[in-house]
Structures are given as structure tokens and as C-alpha cells.
């Protein structure tokens, strides 16, 4: 099938707009996500200049520190951030970064809950939140985090039942909840059919494990 001069002017022109659209969204998006590693970096309290090429005047964070993003997409898969001394808390923001496989943050100084926005990460892998200062209950929305393999929040403050949803997760193969102050039963099905109890050592008021059964009632603990 031939095509006339104008039909294939018009495809080309068609191919070079559609070309010019996806070059300007990737900044767009850049510009977005820096915006949120700089609400993020805000709330930090930052010993040693680790994080000065955080700069707001550069927008792609892709140029940052410790920020890894995908090649092609140009966005933010990765935020390494352990061992830096920092100190502050975790912006629900960072439940916006879409295509964040990683976010290690452990062995430093941060403060507070960890966000339900966290329960927006789809893409998460791995949430390393281990050795802080960290408080309040785990959020049922984690449950949400489909692609999850490694949850280590270990030797933090946090609160409350370990929730029941956190079991759907089809791929968690590593979790540590140990020195905490958790309370109620130890799970027992499904992700957490093989963790072992190790795990969850020095909670004092966890209880375990469940004996009334995926069903049991924490609420009151």
C-alpha cells in the first residue's frame, strides 16, 4: 500500500509531536520528585553536609546523592540513606516517589510514625527502616505493598498489633519486627507461614504465636 507525500508528512509530524510530549514529560516528573526529596530533606536534620548536592535549583534528583533513578523513565527507584546520622521524620510525601523500589533509611536518627502514605509505594521491594527512633503503630497499608519482599523495621518504638494484612503480601520472604513494643499475637499465615520467630524476639508484650487463627482480634491490645 503506497502512501501520498501529504499522508506521510502528516505521520511524521505526528512522530516528532509525540516525541517532543514524552522529552517534556520526563522533566516534568523530575521536577515533581524533587520537589518531594526537598520536603523530605526539610524536615532533616543533617550532620556533615551528606545531602548538600540536594540542591532545589537542580531539578532532575536524579543528579543527587544517594538517589538512584531508572535510566529510561528517569525516575526515582532507589533512596539510600542508612548510616548518615539523620535526624527527623518521614514525610508521608515520599508516598508519592511511584516507581521507589528501595528506601533504606536504617541505622540513623528519624523520629515519629512511618506514614499510611507509605502504603501507596506499589513498587516497593524493600523498606529497611531498622535502628531509629521510630513510633507509633505499623500501618495496615502496607498491606497494600504487593511487590514487597524485605520488611525490616526492627529496633524502632513502634506500637500496637502487627496488622493482619501485612499476611496477603505474596512475595515477603524477609521480615524483622524484633525490639520493638508490640503487642497482641505473632501471626502465623500466610507471608508469615515461614518467618521465623526470631523475628519478632523482644517484644514484651507480644504474645505468640496466634492460636485463634488468621481471624484473631488485636484491636484491644
Excluded at 69 to 85: A, K, P
Excluded at 156 to 181: F, K, M, Q, Y
Aim: hydrophobic residues 35%; negative net charge.
Amino acid at each position: 500500500m503506497a502512501f501520498t507525500a501529504s499522508e506521510i508528512l502528516a505521520l511524521c509530524s505526528t512522530i516528532i509531536l509525540m516525541a517532543v510530549l514524552v522529552a517534556s514529560f520526563a522533566p516534568a516528573v523530575a521536577n515533581e520528585e524533587g520537589d518531594i526529596l526537598t520536603a523530605f530533606r526539610q524536615g532533616l536534620e543533617v550532620p556533615d553536609g551528606a545531602l548538600d548536592t540536594w540542591e532545589p535549583n537542580l531539578v532532575n534528583p536524579c543528579t543527587w546523592t544517594r538517589v538512584t533513578c531508572d535510566d529510561d523513565s528517569n525516575r526515582v527507584v532507589r533512596l539510600d540513606l542508612s548510616d548518615l546520622n539523620l535526624s527527623g521524620r518521614l514525610a508521608p510525601e515520599l508516598g508519592k516517589l511511584e516507581q521507589l523500589q528501595y528506601m533504606e533509611l536504617a541505622r540513623n536518627n528519624i523520629q515519629g510514625p512511618i506514614p499510611s502514605e507509605f502504603g501507596d509505594l506499589t513498587n516497593l521491594i524493600s523498606l529497611d527502616l531498622y535502628n531509629n527512633n521510630i513510633s507509633g503503630p505499623i500501618p495496615k497499608t502496607l498491606g497494600n505493598l504487593k511487590s514487597l519482599k524485605f520488611l525490616r523495621i526492627d529496633h524502632n518504638r513502634l506500637t500496637g498489633p502487627i496488622p493482619r494484612e501485612l499476611a496477603g503480601l505474596p512475595d515477603l520472604v524477609d521480615v524483622d519486627l524484633s525490639s520493638n513494643d508490640l503487642c497482641g499475637t505473632i501471626p502465623t499465615s500466610g507471608a508469615f507461614e515461614n518467618i521465623p520467630l526470631r523475628s519478632f524476639d523482644n517484644n514484651p508484650r507480644l504474645k505468640g504465636p496466634e492460636t485463634q487463627g488468621p481471624g484473631g482480634d488485636d484491636s484491644s491490645c
